[in-house]
């Protein structure tokens, strides 16, 4: 038996088609088209800004802790019993010197991608060798304050202090109206729900605290929450489920609050505006 061999296609009469020349000459005898890149690294020697920024807001943590723990006292109980760890800065000793030498790695060679002169050599130079300065040109060092701790890295038994923090304060405020909605969201969904009114006042309550801690626009509903909580409590502990009135108002309330910290308004958001501006260029 013969094998069938498959049916042969036949070519396209179809032309290749043209396409426009990477370069051509315009009637003024300039080139134009696809632009050149021999002249650029084939790998980028740029900073890593997004891997710069997690170790930034990491060490931050870890000063925030240490400043924590020092201020109670722990600092030298910690050393006495071998066991520093909460309260040792993350710039000392050994793990100080490795954390300098990752960043200077991180933030790589020629960030400011010119040329030189030879009056400023020397000094664009150390810059570059310098990974604070490199920190502060990418805008880093003025949202996170503690990594100028880089200067001291390995040198044992550094002190922290409280200080304002505009990255810390962005993911703390961040925590707060992230915490302040879950509250309203569910207060809200369980209202009605019979087996949720004697934790009801817990919840308005536990409301009311995210309110004050974000307090901006949000703040006249603590005067809300405040007319009407004692009869709402008062209800909890003598009925099995809320009225159809007090429901209504906790589902109004919650589902008001939510909407707020939902719209972002300016004076409650401004611990946040410093890194959304540093993340838009701008």
């Not at 002249?39 to 807001?57: I, Q, T, Y």
Request: aromatic share 4%; with cysteine; hydrophobic share 40%.
């Amino acid at each position: 038996t013969r094998r069938r061999q498959a049916p042969v296609r036949p070519r396209s009469r179809r032309r290749m088609q043209r396409h426009k020349a990477l370069f051509a000459r315009d009637a003024a005898g300039v080139e134009h088209g696809a632009r050149d890149r021999l002249d650029e690294p084939l790998w980028p020697s740029g900073p890593n800004a997004r891997k710069l920024a997690e170790l930034c807001v990491l060490t931050t943590l870890a000063c925030e802790r240490a400043s924590r723990a020092q201020a109670r006292g722990e600092d030298a109980a910690a050393r006495r019993e071998g066991d520093a760890s909460s309260s040792t800065s993350p710039f000392d000793g050994a793990p100080g010197a490795a954390l300098l030498e990752k960043v200077r790695r991180l933030s790589g060679v020629g960030i400011r991608n010119r040329a030189p002169t030879s009056s400023s050599s020397s000094r664009d130079d150390a810059d570059a060798a310098d990974p604070v300065a490199a920190l502060r040109e990418l805008g880093l060092l003025a949202l996170f304050p503690h990594m100028d701790g880089l200067e001291r890295a390995g040198t044992k038994h550094q002190q922290h202090r409280a200080r304002k923090s505009p990255g810390w304060d962005y993911f703390e405020h961040v925590a707060k109206m992230q915490q302040l909605v879950a509250v309203a969201d569910g207060l809200k969904a369980r209202a009605r729900h019979p087996a949720n009114a004697k934790y009801a006042a817990h919840q308005i309550a536990l409301l009311y605290q995210c309110v004050n801690a974000v307090r901006g626009e949000l703040k006249p509903f603590k005067a809300t929450i405040e007319a009407r909580f004692e009869s709402v409590k008062q209800e909890t502990e003598t009925r099995p489920r809320l009225s159809e009135a007090s429901a209504a108002w906790t589902e109004r309330v919650a589902g008001d609050v939510a909407a707020a910290a939902r719209a972002f308004p300016p004076q409650a958001t401004e611990k946040l505006r410093a890194c959304v501006v540093a993340a838009g260029g701008g």
